[in-house]
């Protein structure tokens, strides 16, 4: 028998992506000619704390990196998008609150620069909490949020929805007003569970609703490449839902944590870091699926 090989051998493993598929080319994302026509995606998952609000946070902020004019909406009462952003919930003049339930109040009133270029920021606070009972007396209470979001889509490429952990009527208002929509999903086995009853929503929602919805993709997050559980998650989920699963995972670091607390993105926190890098690949494997993004 030779000592070991002067040079890594070419096994198959080696071309094979963290979800256990080859991991493929993912173009650099052409640049817009022109803003517009934006395309609203809904990050959802009724299980908390799973990567909804970090990847619209970084997702955002890599799309905007790539020139894209993206527009965050945060639709959750505990207003975790907005104190991400360095917003402080008792200092908001307007939030979503008052855009959905007041009729005189201009989504351009409500809107708030993020901190980063080209990304901008519809805020809010536990306000939002009554908006959910109350909506349920509005007529065609379902497409409020469409409705109001209506005059911004031609000022931005991408409007990305961060809803609450919940499969209520704010969620199924973002189910709604949206084309796709992103599952991030924690790479734990009990993160399984549930997806099944996520799926039956969004298909009641195309059904009823929304008939142009579409699954844009199945996120990974908090990945441990160590651990065989996280593989064997991946594995499953690759199982299930194929290639509506992103290549792209985001592997677990205390970075997002510690990003938050600063109150901006990880791109522009940490930005040559391992975290900061995931988002960016997301956002171009994003783009490749998005027709006309
Ligand atoms: N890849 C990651 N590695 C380590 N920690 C992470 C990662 N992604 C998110 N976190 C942390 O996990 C916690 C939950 O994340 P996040 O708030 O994005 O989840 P969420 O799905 O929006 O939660 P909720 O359902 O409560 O809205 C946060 O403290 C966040 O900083
Ligand atoms: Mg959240």
Wanted: hydrophobic content about 40%; glycine content about 8%.
């Amino acid at each position: 028998m030779p000592d070991a090989l002067p040079f890594e051998p070419l096994v198959e493993e080696a071309k094979l992506g963290p979800t256990g598929r080859p991991m493929p080319v993912i173009p650099e994302p052409k640049p817009v000619a022109r803003h517009g026509n934006a395309r609203v995606v809904a990050m959802c998952n009724q299980k908390g704390g799973v990567g909804k609000t970090t990847t619209t946070i970084n997702l955002g902020a890599s799309l905007a990196e790539y020139g894209r004019k993206v527009l965050l909406v945060d639709f959750d009462p505990q207003g975790s998008l907005s104190v991400g952003l360095g917003l402080s919930p008792h200092e908001m003049d307007l939030t979503v609150y008052n855009l959905l339930m007041e009729r005189d109040v201009d989504i351009h009133d409500v809107v708030v620069p993020s901190g980063v270029p080209g990304m901008d920021l519809l805020p809010s606070n536990i306000d939002l909490s009554a908006a959910e009972v109350q909506l349920v007396h509005e007529v065609a209470r379902e497409q409020t949020l469409q409705r109001v979001l209506a005059p911004a889509l031609a000022e931005y490429d991408v409007i990305l929805i961060d809803c609450q952990p919940s499969l209520g009527l704010l969620t199924v208002n973002a189910l709604t007003a949206a084309h796709g929509v992103i599952v991030p999903l924690e790479c734990e086995y009990f993160a399984l569970r549930g997806v099944a009853l996520l799926k039956t929503t969004i298909d009641k929602v195309r059904e009823r609703l929304n008939p142009r919805l579409s699954i844009d993709g199945v996120l990974g997050t908090m990945y441990d490449g160590r651990t065989l559980h996280s593989r064997e998650v991946m594995e499953r989920l690759v199982q299930a839902w194929g290639d509506t699963v992103f290549h792209t995972v985001i592997r677990r670091t205390v970075k997002f944590s510690d990003s938050t607390v600063a109150g901006e993105p990880i791109t522009t926190y940490a930005s040559a870091s391992a975290g900061a890098d995931s988002y960016r690949q997301l956002a171009r494997e994003v783009l490749s699926r998005w027709p006309d993004a």
